[in-house]
């Protein structure tokens, strides 16, 4: 089966409003022509209006970083699915290693949110991912079981069709350090086996799993090439339109 390529990028607590808008700004002519690829920028809450605006009438999608599970309530410092949906977003990123690392994300914090994506129509974006130690250990397969059995638990087959995965290698995010193609789309089949366990061998082929570990151009259609990789969450080279632009095109050369 086919799968369209999502490349979405985390801009992580970079760019102010005016920086955001002229980011997209450079972006805009740049991806103009990769229509083949699901293009996605998640800036931060403050900066979500200004790029929303700055996108409209391109081929470029807005996620957020987070989501409450609640609509509204006594949670400072969270957003509800009812305001990202009002500001124009589409996509949302749940379960960042670093909001599981310095924020206390769990499993069933995870799970919460992603319903609460799922029933405000917004694409979720799961990460999943092990610690170096993990990797060293081989405990990989273990650590990422036990994430995608608690933050997937409850979610329906046509929901879960609709959900992206994004496989994070923590030990390879802003460390420079980059699994090889061989090693991301061994662990990238063994996440597509855990969904065909968990939902069937049709919701599993449906799901886009993206790589996000220090995703670069210089190693985008590498990656991109694999059978069960299907684009990149990006960090830092989503923080330039050249940089951006050039990864996107890199990824999509690999479906050719």
């Not at 089966?1 to 005016?18: H, L």
């Not at 305001?83 to 749940?94: D, H, P, R, S, T």
């Not at 379960?95 to 499993?107: C, K, L």
């Not at 060293?136 to 079981?145: D, H, P, R, S």
Request: charged share 25%; proline share 2%.
């Amino acid at each position: 089966m086919s799968r369209k390529v999502i490349i979405a990028g985390n801009w992580k607590m970079n760019k102010t409003a005016s920086e955001g808008r002229k980011l997209v700004e450079e972006l805009k002519p740049l991806v103009a022509g990769c229509t083949e690829a699901e293009v996605v920028v998640c800036p931060p809450f403050t900066t979500l209006g200004a790029v929303v605006e700055a996108a409209k009438g391109s081929n470029i999608k807005v996620g957020a970083q987070n989501i409450h599970w609640e609509q509204s309530g006594a949670f400072t410092g969270e957003i509800s699915a009812d305001m990202l949906k009002e500001a124009g977003v589409e996509y949302v990123i749940i379960g960042h290693s670093e909001r599981r690392q310095y924020f206390g994300e769990t499993d069933c914090s995870v799970n919460k949110r992603l319903k609460a994506a799922l029933a405000a129509g917004l694409t979720p974006i799961v990460c999943v991912g092990e610690l170096l130690a993990d990797r060293e250990n081989g405990n990989t397969g273990k650590v990422l079981f036990t994430q995608l059995e608690g933050g997937l638990a409850g979610i329906s087959k046509e929901d879960m069709a609709k959900t992206v995965i994004a496989y994070e290698p923590v030990w390879a995010i802003g460390t420079g350090k980059t699994a090889t193609p061989e090693m991301a789309e061994e662990t990238h089949n063994y996440i597509r086996q855990q969904l065909r366990d968990m939902f069937g061998n049709e919701v599993a082929e449906k799901v886009r799993i993206q790589y996000g570990g220090s995703m670069k151009a210089e190693n985008a259609r590498e990656l991109v090439a694999q059978q069960n990789i299907d684009g990149g969450l990006i960090g830092g080279a989503a923080l330039k339109a050249d940089s951006f632009a050039s990864l996107i095109k890199n990824a999509l050369s690999a479906c050719k």
